[in-house]
């Protein structure tokens, strides 16, 4: 069984996050990089089945990113991921979600696999529809947003939340899962997992390797045409209880339309 786990290099959310104000483009200078949080449950959904004495599994990550994202790539090999695939190439610099789809589709097609692993959201980007749109140029079934996921040799099923309750899902291998913060919690890395990490293979793909390139450039693509610093929080106002504090506060709540 071949698995593929979608990771994202994202700015760490415990710093402040920067656009590029003249660019639109994410500043990457500004803050630390890691493995997005939700990538690391999504491979700990790969691991826990190859875990299970499945030595014939294998789990590949793979990212479309900067040269940065190799710590990402390095992260998950070192909890424990056999081997890695990094997407890197000047042409996809400010590559918006249907390149970054088309890339990783192509990828993965070229390294192979059973079943695709993804977090459903990313926390930079946040446009949740990267798993579908892989899921939809691969022609794969898509389970998104699984709460819980459980793989087999043939298939893979989980839990979904919605609005009236929880649906239990099934879909046979070959397939692409989208996992939520629920699901399961990552391993830490153990000092054994992060020197082997170091000798497990690491391939780098550019555009051409993937005999992607003019195609892409003439695809429709979508740009940043403004972006504007978030105004500065203003002082807020204060309620003074003169005996109808309440009917100011419901006031104020119906003004702002928070009731
Ligand atoms: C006009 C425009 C320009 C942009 N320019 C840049 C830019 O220069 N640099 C930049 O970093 N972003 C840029 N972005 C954002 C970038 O397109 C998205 O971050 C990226 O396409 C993924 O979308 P998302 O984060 O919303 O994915 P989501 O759909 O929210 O991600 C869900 C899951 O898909 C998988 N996934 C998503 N992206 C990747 C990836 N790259 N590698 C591996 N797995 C992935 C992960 O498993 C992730 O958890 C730009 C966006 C637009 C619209």
């Known amino acids: 069984m071949k698995i593929i786990v979608l990771v994202k290099q994202v700015p760490d959310t415990e710093e402040e996050r920067r656009l590029d104000l003249a660019t639109g483009i994410l500043d990457?200078?500004?803050?630390?990089?890691?493995?997005?949080?939700?990538n690391e449950r999504a491979l700990e959904v790969a691991l826990r089945y190859k875990d299970g004495d499945k030595k014939g599994t294998e789990v590949i990550a793979l990212t479309m990113g900067p040269e940065s994202a190799t710590q990402a790539l390095r992260k998950a090999l070192s909890m424990g991921a056999d081997s890695a695939v990094h997407v890197v190439?000047?042409?996809?610099?400010?590559?918006?979600?249907?390149?970054?789809?088309?890339?990783?589709?192509?990828?993965?097609?070229?390294?192979g696999f059973d079943l695709l692993v993804a977090g459903n959201e990313s926390t930079d980007g946040r446009g949740g529809v990267v798993?579908?749109?892989?899921?939809?140029?691969?022609?794969?079934?898509?389970?998104?947003?699984?709460?819980?996921?459980?793989?087999?040799?043939?298939?893979?099923?989980?839990?979904?939340?919605?609005?009236?309750?929880s649906l239990s899902v099934r879909a046979g291998l070959?397939?692409?899962?989208?996992?939520?913060?629920?699901?399961?919690?990552?391993?830490?890395?153990?000092?054994?997992?992060?020197?082997?990490?170091?000798?497990?293979?690491?391939?780098?793909?550019?555009?051409?390797?993937?005999?992607?390139?003019?195609?892409?450039d003439a695809a429709p693509r979508s740009v940043v045409v403004t972006t504007a610093e978030r105004p500065a929080r203003s002082a807020g106002k204060k309620i003074i209880d003169d005996g109808n504090a309440g009917v100011q506060l419901a006031e104020f709540l119906v003004a702002s339309r928070l009731i």
């Open 89 to 111: 190439d000047d042409g996809l610099e400010g590559a918006d979600i249907a390149r970054t789809a088309a890339v990783l589709a192509a990828a993965a097609n070229q390294t």
């Open 28 to 38: 990457r200078a500004a803050g630390q990089s890691v493995a997005d949080e939700i």
């Open 174 to 216: 070959p397939a692409l899962v989208s996992v939520t913060e629920r699901s399961a919690e990552a391993r830490f890395p153990n000092f054994k997992g992060i020197i082997t990490a170091k000798r497990k293979p690491l391939a780098r793909l550019s555009l051409a390797d993937l005999g992607l390139g003019s195609d892409l």
């Open 131 to 165: 798993p579908a749109m892989v899921a939809e140029h691969l022609g794969l079934p898509l389970l998104p947003s699984l709460d819980s996921a459980e793989i087999s040799e043939s298939s893979v099923t989980g839990e979904v939340t919605v609005d009236s309750g």
